[in-house]
C-alpha cells in the first residue's frame, strides 16, 4: 500500500495525558498537512509543511499542539496535557507541488480517532 | 477568504444523475476547485478538480461558469455506494490566503436510496 499512513488508528486517554501521532505521506510528496475533524464538522486546517520546513499555523491552535517533520517525509503531531475539547480525529494528507501547477491534489490517510476522557 | 457554501444535504436515488452546486462568490483569480468525498471514519478522497469550464473525469464532471462564482460537481448514475459528504475546496498552488483556505467547510450529505 503506497498511499498515507496514520499510527495509531484509534487513541483514548485522560485528561491532562500527553499523546503523539504519526504519519507517513505518499513517499515523493513535499508536502504535509495536518487537520482536526469532528463530528459534522469538515476537517479543519491545522498545520502544513513543505519538505521539512513548517510554513504555517494554524492560528486557532493552542500552544499544546506541536508538529514536526525533521527530515521532510514523516511527521509527528503532539498534543500536550489533553482537554475533552481535544477529542476529534486527526487527519495527515500529502500532496506534490509542483510549482506553477495546478493546486495541490491532497491524499489523506485514515486518520487517528482521539478520544480524551 | 474565499468561502464556500453548499446545501447541507441532498438525497436521491439509484441510476440518477446529482448535481451539487457551490458557491464560491470571492474566488481570487489564482485558485482552483477541489472537489473531495469522504465516508464515515475515512479521510477525504479527491474526486475532481477544475479552473474554468467543464472537466471530466471516469467518475464526475465539474462544471464551472464563466464567472468562476460557483460549480457544479456532477455524479452520474448514482449508487448506494456514493452515499457520503462532498466537499468543495478553493485554493491556489501556493496557499496564498493561509491555510486557513484549506479548511474545509460542512459539505453535502448525499443520500442515495433504491
Same mark, same amino acid.
Given at each position: 500500500d503506497t498511499g498515507v499512513s496514520q499510527d495509531p488508528r484509534h487513541k483514548i486517554t485522560k485528561r491532562g495525558q500527553n499523546v503523539t501521532f504519526r504519519c507517513d505521506p505518499?513517499?515523493?510528496?513535499?508536502r504535509l498537512y495536518w487537520y482536526r475533524q469532528t463530528l459534522g464538522q469538515g476537517p479543519e486546517f491545522l498545520t502544513y509543511f513543505q519538505n521539512e520546513a513548517q510554513l504555517e499555523k494554524s492560528r +486557532? +491552535?493552542? !500552544? =499544546?499542539f506541536s508538529a514536526e517533520r525533521p527530515k521532510g517525509s514523516f511527521s509527528t503531531l503532539e498534543i500536550q =496535557?489533553?482537554?475533552?475539547? !481535544?477529542s476529534a480525529m486527526y487527519l495527515c494528507a500529502s500532496s506534490l507541488s509542483i510549482s506553477g501547477g495546478a493546486a495541490d491534489t491532497q491524499y489523506f490517510g485514515p486518520g487517528t480517532r482521539l478520544t480524551v476522557l | 477568504l474565499a468561502k464556500t457554501t453548499q446545501p447541507i444535504s441532498m438525497d436521491s436515488y439509484e441510476g440518477q444523475e446529482v448535481n451539487i452546486t457551490c458557491s464560491h462568490?470571492?474566488?481570487?483569480?489564482?485558485d482552483y476547485i477541489t472537489w473531495y468525498q469522504q465516508f464515515p471514519s475515512q479521510g477525504p478522497r479527491f474526486i475532481i478538480q477544475g479552473y474554468k469550464t467543464k472537466v471530466t473525469n471516469e467518475v464526475a464532471s465539474l462544471f464551472i461558469p464563466a464567472d468562476r462564482k460557483s460549480s457544479t460537481l456532477s455524479l452520474p448514475?448514482?449508487?448506494?455506494?456514493?452515499t457520503a459528504v462532498y466537499y468543495c475546496l478553493v485554493g491556489d498552488p501556493y496557499i496564498t490566503g493561509g491555510g486557513n483556505k484549506l479548511t474545509f467547510g460542512t459539505g453535502t450529505q448525499l443520500k442515495v436510496e433504491l
Open positions: 505518499i513517499s515523493e510528496h513535499n +486557532l +491552535l493552542s !500552544d =499544546r =496535557r489533553t482537554e475533552q475539547g !481535544d | 462568490n470571492n474566488i481570487a483569480t489564482n448514475r448514482v449508487s448506494l455506494s456514493d
